[in-house]
């Protein structure tokens, strides 16, 4: 979905999609050369969408739970077991078969966040008021430094628990 699809896109939406967008580009150029990840780029990659989940989490959630009365929005759940398999997927070294199922994580999780009736647009309307605040608070969200992608016998285990917590597969290539 385009920004300019979503009649009731606000301030927050846009923001947000364009760092979709953004973090799009930059695990595109990692992977522009077939049979090899420019490890820098992704690094970039895993630092940018590290700190947009934190945003989502640390900022968007909580103040969208606030604006409802304590109430949790309903999709927060389901977004928050998606945020642990994405995470758990930027932690080992990115083989062919990790980037798929990065790709194919976003897909469905980014709509459920820019659709019509997610995340984004509902925080839109919630925060009507203080939208300009939260906004500030978003773009003032701190860089993250990220630890080395790790190999360890431990990682694949974890991201696959993860994925199956939050209802995906494992993209074998
Ligand atoms: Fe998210
Ligand atoms: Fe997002």
Known sequence: ???GENEKAGPITDFLVKDHKRLEGLLQSAVAHAGSVDQETYDQFRAGLLRHIGMEE???LPAGQRLRGGEPLSIAAKLRLDHGAIASLLMPPPSAAVIATIRAVLKVHNIIEEGPGGLYETCDELAASEAAQLLAKLQ???EL???PCSDSPAVMPAVQRALERAGYDFHKE
């Open 1 to 3: 979905m385009k920004p």
């Open 140 to 142: 003032a969200a701190p």
């Open 145 to 147: 430094a990220v630890l």
């Open 58 to 60: 640390k900022i968007l």
